[in-house]
């Protein structure tokens, strides 16, 4: 197929942060796309969207929905995305929403419900107990993600359930949530650090470690560069996106212990070729896609 410009939001997505300096609460940007036909311009189009810095998709029936997590909002850029777009292989149609940074506890207790992955109990705080599960993680986020719901993550604890975390220092990074990281504690590692960018979800997570009745050594803010503050890993996890796992993934080898594990998710099955040669590239030897 030849290269087409299917998405122009990629070239102005840049000055989103520089036309407007009013600092202002967190917010998620949320674009709505309907694409026909779906496929397979709907995952190309997400791809150049994650190029472009959206983190988080949400496929619907018709096409999907990109978030994008900013301080800073344009009207003329705000503006310029909604819009069809119509060319002889495709019609997509983009709308935006705006939605600030919340408390998502009311909507969340509406729809949640427990969930078990590989022998792994994950409910809120209302919900019944299940004595009877292997292991059970209470989840209260303050967030729309980080209940083990979504596939990213139900296969990261999948990973978990197969490793021997007895004793490892382990750091969980891109906590959201906390829930992996309190798996690895339930799993019997005593030496775990959570790292987040949102300051909201390094709180959530410490709130969650306690819910949980477990201990991790530190919550932390920060990029991966953090890591270099909080020591050494002998299994390393982290379920955020392609683009910064590919970033990252040299910090993440040196921060490493020799013969530790890392653990990778968030991303398409596509890119797990891309990920996979740029880890060979540093010596990092893939066990499992």
């Not at 407007?20 to 779906?38: E, F, G, K, S, W």
């Not at 590692?189 to 410490?206: K, M, P, R, Y």
């Not at 009745?213 to 982290?238: C, H, M, N």
């Amino acid at each position: 197929m030849r290269a087409i410009q299917l998405f122009q939001i990629s070239a102005t997505l840049i000055k989103l942060f520089k036309l407007n300096n009013t600092q202002i609460i967190m917010y998620y940007l949320a674009v709505h796309c309907n694409i026909t036909p779906r496929e397979p311009f709907a995952d190309i189009l997400m791809a150049e969207m994650a190029d472009a810095g959206f983190s988080m998709f949400e496929d619907t029936n018709n096409g999907f929905v990109a978030y994008l997590q900013t301080e800073v909002l344009d009207d003329m850029y705000l503006a310029s995305i909604n819009r069809t777009d119509s060319n002889e292989l495709y019609t997509a149609k983009f709308t935006y929403e705006i939605m600030p940074y919340t408390n998502w506890n009311e909507e969340w207790e509406k729809n949640f419900e427990p969930i078990e992955i590989a022998g792994v109990y994950v409910r809120a705080p209302f919900h019944t107990p299940k004595p009877s599960a292997k292991h059970e993680l209470v989840i209260q986020p303050k967030m729309s993600f980080g209940t083990g719901h979504h596939a990213t993550t139900s296969l990261m604890i999948e990973q978990m359930m197969e490793l021997n975390f007895k004793n490892k220092t382990v750091c969980d990074m891109g906590c959201g949530s906390g829930i992996l990281a309190i798996l690895a504690a339930k799993l019997g590692s005593t030496n775990i650090t959570a790292i987040d960018i949102d300051a909201h979800c390094v709180e959530n997570t410490l709130e969650n470690v306690e819910s949980n009745a477990v201990s991790i050594s530190r919550a932390l803010k920060g990029d991966a560069q953090t890591l270099f503050e909080s020591g050494s890993y002998d299994i390393l996890i982290a379920n955020i996106n392609r683009n910064i796992i590919l970033e990252d993934l040299k910090i993440y080898n040196v921060c490493l212990n020799k013969g530790g594990v890392l653990l990778l998710s968030g991303f398409y099955e596509q890119d797990a070729c891309i990920i996979a040669a740029d880890a060979g590239k540093i010596k990092l030897m893939q066990q499992k896609s």
